[in-house]
């Protein structure tokens, strides 16, 4: 079964401060891979997701992430994080067929210190 | 246009009454989906529409009905809801074939 592992349940970074959040999976094959963020109150916004090709994917306000395939991990990254980038963050798994189902980890909710 | 509107936003219903949540998207998408999240958790999914027929439903109770009258157009009709029911319902869409990628802003539903 798939299962998603998002080990960090807050983590703390200074602003400007790089970023880097833990996102680990268990699945056959290779799954489709896939970041959001939430802020409080609010719907998920998909940061960047991969299907194929590239290890490492670029997505929107900076973000990038990289598929390791030996490691099971996809792990979300930003070289300087701003004050608005504090938000709760979601790692998913999604099979590769035709269910829709895609499994979202925990969460990891990222706190910015000014 | 690449949104998901979601109406309304908060909604506080009685046990013993009937309501709907109501999903738009104008992208063209085929797929539609419910999703429903608890506090402090991950979205948990509920229903999925894929060409206007529902093709997933995770053994959701029959208190939750969903319906899909066009390609744009997604419902959730709420009735004899429970307070454990209370929670943050998502509606998601994309291309047909694909997995969601586009989530609207969610309906904060509380009964009372």
């Known amino acids: 079964a798939q299962s998603v592992t998002q080990p960090d349940i807050h983590i703390t970074v200074s602003e400007g401060a790089s970023l880097e959040l833990r996102c680990n999976y268990s699945?056959?094959?290779?799954?489709?891979l896939f970041w959001y963020v939430q802020s409080p109150g609010q719907g998920l916004q998909l940061l960047l997701k991969?299907?194929?090709?590239?290890?490492l994917v670029q997505g929107i306000k900076g973000f990038e992430a990289e598929f390791k395939r030996s490691q099971s991990s996809f792990n979300l990254r930003k070289p300087s994080v701003h004050w608005s980038d504090a938000a709760e963050y979601f790692c998913?798994?999604?099979?590769?067929?035709?269910?829709?189902?895609?499994?979202f980890g925990s969460g990891t909710r990222l706190l910015v210190r000014p | 246009d690449t949104e998901v509107t979601q109406t309304p936003k908060h909604l506080v219903m009685g046990m013993t009454n009937k309501k709907s949540l109501k999903c738009e998207q104008h992208?063209?998408?085929?797929?539609m989906y419910w999703y429903k999240q608890k506090a402090k958790k991950p979205p948990e999914l509920m229903f999925v529409?894929?060409?206007?027929?529902?093709?997933i439903n995770e053994s959701v109770p029959s208190r939750f009905s969903p319906e899909c009258p066009n390609s744009s157009l997604l419902n959730l009709h709420l009735h004899a809801l429970q307070p454990e029911d209370s929670a943050l319902y998502l509606c998601?869409?994309?291309?047909?074939?694909?997995?969601?990628?586009?989530f609207g802003q969610g309906t904060r539903l509380t009964v009372v």
């Open positions: 998601a869409s994309s291309q047909d074939q694909s997995l969601p990628t586009f």
């Open positions: 699945y056959g094959a290779t799954p489709y």
């Open positions: 991969y299907f194929s090709g590239d290890t």
């Open positions: 998913a798994v999604g099979a590769r067929d035709s269910s829709y189902k895609l499994i």
């Open positions: 992208m063209g998408h085929r797929a």
């Open positions: 529409y894929s060409y206007e027929k529902l093709s």
